[in-house]
């Protein structure tokens, strides 16, 4: 879970609404359209993995024609369950793919497909007429773009799309995009299902032995792209993108790692930065061990919030009443007593003889904590869990959306593209001393996720593939258009602190910071307060006021 958001859950919309506040806005920058075919990409690379800080695309790249056409039926990899069907409005979806160099280092060698999809603006009046592309990336990293953006458009969207083309894709290595594949569907779930808080020697050799699997599988499937999905490597393809689209500028709605790749897009193109916004921030300071540490003390905060909030139903199974409002301590207990009862014997989990692990129950735990709306999901999956005959159906059912599991028991590729794109980018590599050393520390931070969010530690461990060059990432963006950062104070998976910091890295007057007070993995569209900074600035241009909180 280290930036790892689940907008592929259509459980329910996990951005969360709140009520409103005035925001102040400023200035409007002139976001730019053209059809640029300038074939230089530059920029600074530094602490961001790149080899190559100046690459020189061919004519054949930078000419391409995009050749949209109706959008096909998603793939097993992309992890939509149909076809996008039409806008409110009666846009249609379309699709292309476009090439890009599978290695910077060599733009005019081997390439890749990139998939792509949009919805064309339609404008209501003539005196606000399109402004361009506005690209989406939804997080992971592993989201596909493409399965995910049809899923939000028509709630969440549509305002935005009276003036952009709404466009997103599948990253490289992600979905239709040389999708990294690693272990087939049955070890996949086997692997998901697995211990991931090791007790003794035995265990911890068990953990040993899957990770060399999982790693071992990936070079064997995807050898080809591995050593090419890093962030920069992303941030690249975007410009590209942004070219054939006919933007001068970059418009630009990032959320979760997708503002890891908007502020890396940043600190390499700045001149080409337009109207953006990142929303759910990862910290850019943080080393791998310090996100995995505040995302541990980000789930326990909105596991206590949770709590707190279903202490006021008298059926609530960690506690009712005003003593476990004030308390949440008898409560943890329940769950961490449930925990352990399922590290020795899972529950079962329907009538074909599924069962739920202990590392399944802490996934879906976490999987419902991303958005307020499904906290009613958390409650009847505890309830069912910890009753006699426990049934572990519905944490079950929250662990397989969020793992990526179709009801046919096949997987997109979230997870291997998410380890891929990781390890590629971060220089980190810890051990098992590492992890040890540090679980004190973790189970301190949270009772219920630390063990586990600990050994993730491990993810890259043994990846020689490809090493990022730096453990942290560099967003340093001067000369850029404002960029607005939004960081919600109960995000369990990108906590606030990291927006704040990402707007200090960006640089004076570059990063923009709304603050908005609430539940949740991401803010728009939330509060009338949210919601206005952000249309006011992506629609009109007006800047909303550095510090802004809305509640």
Same mark, same amino acid.
């Given at each position: 879970?280290?930036?790892?958001?689940?907008?592929?859950?259509?459980?329910?919309?996990?951005?969360? %609404?709140?009520?409103?506040?005035?925001?102040?806005?400023?200035?409007?920058?002139?976001?730019?359209?053209?059809?640029? *075919?300038?074939?230089?990409?530059?920029?600074?690379?530094?602490?961001?993995?790149?080899?190559?800080?100046?690459?020189?695309?061919?004519?054949?790249?930078?000419?391409?024609? !995009?050749?949209?056409?109706?959008?096909?039926?998603?793939?097993?990899?992309?992890?939509?369950?149909?076809?996008?069907?039409?806008?409110?409005?009666?846009?249609?979806?379309?699709?292309?793919?476009?090439?890009?160099?599978?290695?910077? %280092?060599?733009?005019?060698?081997?390439?890749?497909?990139?998939?792509?999809?949009?919805?064309?603006?339609?404008?209501?009046?003539?005196?606000?007429?399109?402004?361009?592309?506005?690209?989406? +990336?939804?997080?992971? =990293?592993?989201?596909?773009?493409?399965?995910?953006?049809?899923?939000?458009?028509?709630?969440?969207?549509?305002? !935005?799309?009276?003036?952009?083309?709404?466009?997103? /894709?599948?990253?490289?290595?992600?979905? $239709?995009?040389?999708?990294?594949?690693?272990?087939?569907?049955?070890?996949?779930?086997?692997?998901?299902?697995?211990?991931? *808080?090791?007790?003794?020697?035995?265990?911890?050799?068990?953990?040993?032995?899957?990770?060399?699997?999982?790693?071992?599988?990936?070079? &064997?499937?995807?050898?080809?792209?591995?050593?090419?999905?890093?962030?920069?490597?992303?941030?690249?393809?975007?410009?590209?993108?942004?070219?054939?689209?006919?933007?001068?500028?970059? +418009?630009?709605?990032?959320?979760?790692?997708?503002?890891?790749?908007?502020?890396?897009?940043?600190?390499? /193109?700045?001149?080409?930065?337009?109207? *953006?916004?990142?929303?759910?921030?990862?910290? =850019?300071?943080?080393?791998?061990?310090?996100?995995?540490?505040?995302?541990?003390?980000?789930?326990?905060? %909105?596991?206590? $919030?949770?709590?707190?909030?279903?202490?006021?139903?008298?059926?609530?199974?960690?506690?009712?009443?005003?003593?476990?409002?004030?308390?949440?301590?008898?409560?943890?207990?329940?769950?961490?007593?449930?925990?352990?009862?399922?590290?020795?014997?899972?529950? &079962?989990?329907?009538?074909?003889?599924?069962?739920?692990?202990?590392?399944? %129950?802490?996934?879906?735990?976490?999987?419902?904590?991303?958005?307020?709306?499904?906290? @009613?999901? !958390? &409650?009847?999956?505890?309830?069912?869990?910890?009753?006699? $005959?426990?049934?572990?159906?519905?944490?079950?059912?929250?662990?397989?959306?969020?793992?990526?599991?179709?009801? $046919?028991?096949?997987?997109?590729?979230?997870?291997?593209?998410?380890?891929?794109?990781?390890?590629?980018?971060?220089?980190?590599? #810890?051990?098992?001393?590492?992890?040890?050393?540090?679980?004190?520390?973790?189970?301190?931070?949270?009772? @219920?996720?630390?063990?586990?969010?600990?050994?993730?530690?491990?993810?890259?461990?043994?990846?020689?593939?490809?090493?990022?060059?730096?453990?942290?990432?560099?967003?340093?963006?001067?000369?850029?258009?404002?960029?607005?950062?939004?960081? *919600?104070?109960?995000?369990?998976?990108?906590?606030?602190?990291?927006?704040?910091?990402?707007?200090?890295?960006?640089?004076?007057?570059?990063?923009?910071?709304?603050?908005?007070?609430?539940?949740?993995?991401?803010? #728009?569209?939330?509060?009338?307060?949210?919601?206005?900074?952000?249309?006011?600035?992506?629609?009109?241009?007006?800047?909303?006021?550095?510090?802004? @909180?809305?509640?």
């Amino acid at each position: 879970m280290r930036r790892k958001t689940t907008t592929a859950l259509s459980l329910a919309a996990l951005l969360i %609404a709140g009520t409103a506040t005035a925001c102040r806005t400023t200035a409007d920058p002139d976001p730019g359209t053209a059809k640029g *075919t300038e074939g230089t990409a530059t920029g600074s690379a530094t602490g961001s993995g790149s080899e190559v800080d100046s690459v020189t695309l061919p004519a054949s790249l930078t000419a391409q024609k !995009l050749r949209w056409k109706p959008c096909p039926a998603p793939s097993v990899l992309q992890g939509a369950d149909r076809r996008p069907g039409k806008l409110p409005d009666g846009t249609a979806w379309q699709c292309t793919t476009m090439k890009v160099p599978l290695d910077y %280092a060599k733009p005019d060698g081997e390439t890749i497909d990139l998939a792509l999809i949009r919805a064309e603006a339609k404008p209501k009046t003539e005196s606000k007429g399109r402004i361009g592309s506005l690209v989406f +990336n939804f997080g992971g =990293p592993g989201s596909s773009g493409v399965a995910s953006l049809p899923q939000f458009a028509a709630d969440e969207y549509m305002k !935005l799309h009276e003036r952009y083309d709404l466009v997103s /894709f599948d990253p490289r290595g992600i979905g $239709n995009s040389g999708g990294v594949r690693c272990l087939d569907d049955k070890a996949l779930e086997r692997w998901l299902a697995a211990d991931s *808080t090791p007790d003794d020697a035995t265990e911890l050799g068990q953990l040993r032995t899957r990770s060399k699997a999982f790693i071992q599988a990936c070079e &064997k499937n995807s050898s080809r792209i591995l050593p090419h999905v890093d962030t920069v490597s992303a941030a690249r393809d975007m410009d590209l993108m942004r070219q054939l689209l006919g933007d001068r500028r970059l +418009n630009y709605f990032g959320i979760s790692y997708g503002t890891e790749l908007g502020g890396v897009y940043a600190h390499l /193109f700045p001149e080409n930065v337009g109207r *953006t916004v990142l929303d759910a921030v990862v910290d =850019p300071t943080q080393d791998d061990a310090a996100v995995a540490l505040s995302q541990a003390k980000g789930f326990q905060l %909105a596991l206590e $919030n949770f709590m707190k909030d279903c202490a006021k139903e008298p059926d609530c199974p960690t506690g009712s009443g005003p003593a476990a409002r004030k308390n949440t301590d008898a409560g943890i207990r329940k769950i961490t007593a449930l925990l352990k009862r399922l590290d020795s014997k899972p529950l &079962k989990a329907g009538e074909d003889g599924g069962e739920l692990t202990q590392a399944e %129950a802490l996934t879906g735990m976490a999987a419902a904590l991303y958005g307020k709306e499904t906290w @009613v999901m !958390l &409650k009847s999956g505890l309830r069912d869990a910890m009753k006699k $005959n426990g049934d572990g159906r519905w944490l079950q059912f929250l662990a397989d959306f969020y793992n990526g599991r179709d009801k $046919n028991g096949r997987y997109n590729n979230l997870q291997s593209a998410y380890t891929a794109v990781i390890c590629a980018d971060s220089s980190d590599r #810890y051990t098992e001393q590492d992890v040890l050393d540090r679980l004190p520390q973790f189970r301190d931070a949270s009772p @219920v996720f630390g063990e586990s969010m600990a050994w993730t530690l491990l993810t890259c461990s043994g990846w020689k593939v490809r090493e990022g060059s730096s453990r942290t990432v560099e967003v340093s963006a001067k000369g850029a258009e404002p960029i607005v950062v939004i960081g *919600t104070t109960g995000d369990p998976a990108t906590p606030y602190e990291g927006a704040r910091r990402m707007a200090e890295q960006l640089g004076e007057g570059v990063g923009v910071e709304v603050a908005y007070k609430g539940e949740g993995h991401g803010a #728009y569209p939330g509060s009338d307060c949210v919601t206005d900074a952000v249309d006011g600035y992506l629609l009109d241009g007006k800047v909303p006021a550095d510090g802004t @909180v809305c509640s």
